[in-house]
């Protein structure tokens, strides 16, 4: 009796004391809403810390509501539009591509916004890339504070594409913050303004 009385009161003292990065590693595992350094890899092994070789690398922000595209700046508001999601857009992402071509459309805008959704099954549903005939469509498990998953490429007429899926991993890096895609926003805004022929 005197062991079990001692086990308990040992069980109790590294539950009140045990350290606050557990906690909060478990409150963050709750929901996926955050900002993720990404990496989306044709080859593996795949990392979005130490991205070389990586078909897109960047940051992808998941949030809980929708994004106040009406309180950002017109230039943000453009790059950040969402007329090819089927909703109004929790999250967005700016990507660098640095092969081209790499058979993936991942990233192909440099920045844009996205409507991710959990399944039944737990994976988490999202795009990289979205336009009238073309997208790259991202299907995740979030584990801890990693996201990992495949990513299809696809399009219709001139667009459709043949390629092999991609691997993605992204791992959480802190809570949700839109400012990289709003800066991103900005600076394309920005050079097209100054140069009026760039697509």
């Given at each position: 009796?005197?062991?079990l009385g001692c086990a308990r009161a040992l069980l109790a003292l590294l539950?009140?004391?045990r350290p606050p990065s557990l906690l909060q590693g478990q409150q963050t595992s709750r929901t996926a809403a955050g900002t993720y350094q990404i990496a989306v890899c044709k080859r593996t092994p795949c990392s979005p810390l130490a991205p070389t070789g990586a078909a897109a690398a960047g940051i992808l922000v998941l949030l809980d509501s929708a994004i106040p595209l009406g309180a950002l700046p017109e230039g943000a508001q453009l790059g950040l539009r969402t007329m090819y999601l089927d909703g109004p857009a929790n999250g967005c992402f700016t990507l660098r591509r640095?092969?081209?071509p790499n058979e993936s459309f991942a990233g192909i805008a440099g920045v844009g916004s996205t409507r991710w959704a959990k399944g039944?099954?737990?994976?988490?549903t999202f795009t990289l890339y979205q336009s009238p005939d073309a997208r790259h469509a991202v299907r995740a498990l979030l584990v801890g504070?990693?996201?990992?998953?495949?990513?299809?490429?696809?399009?219709?007429g001139l667009a459709e594409v043949h390629w092999p899926r991609d691997t993605v991993i992204a791992v959480r890096v802190g809570p949700p913050d839109t400012a990289p895609c709003v800066d991103a926003?900005?600076?394309d805004y920005a050079g097209r303004v100054r140069s009026p022929w760039r697509r």
């Amino acid at each position: 009796m005197k062991r079990l009385g001692c086990a308990r009161a040992l069980l109790a003292l590294l539950i009140v004391c045990r350290p606050p990065s557990l906690l909060q590693g478990q409150q963050t595992s709750r929901t996926a809403a955050g900002t993720y350094q990404i990496a989306v890899c044709k080859r593996t092994p795949c990392s979005p810390l130490a991205p070389t070789g990586a078909a897109a690398a960047g940051i992808l922000v998941l949030l809980d509501s929708a994004i106040p595209l009406g309180a950002l700046p017109e230039g943000a508001q453009l790059g950040l539009r969402t007329m090819y999601l089927d909703g109004p857009a929790n999250g967005c992402f700016t990507l660098r591509r640095p092969f081209v071509p790499n058979e993936s459309f991942a990233g192909i805008a440099g920045v844009g916004s996205t409507r991710w959704a959990k399944g039944s099954s737990g994976y988490l549903t999202f795009t990289l890339y979205q336009s009238p005939d073309a997208r790259h469509a991202v299907r995740a498990l979030l584990v801890g504070d990693t996201l990992r998953g495949i990513g299809e490429s696809s399009g219709a007429g001139l667009a459709e594409v043949h390629w092999p899926r991609d691997t993605v991993i992204a791992v959480r890096v802190g809570p949700p913050d839109t400012a990289p895609c709003v800066d991103a926003s900005l600076r394309d805004y920005a050079g097209r303004v100054r140069s009026p022929w760039r697509r």
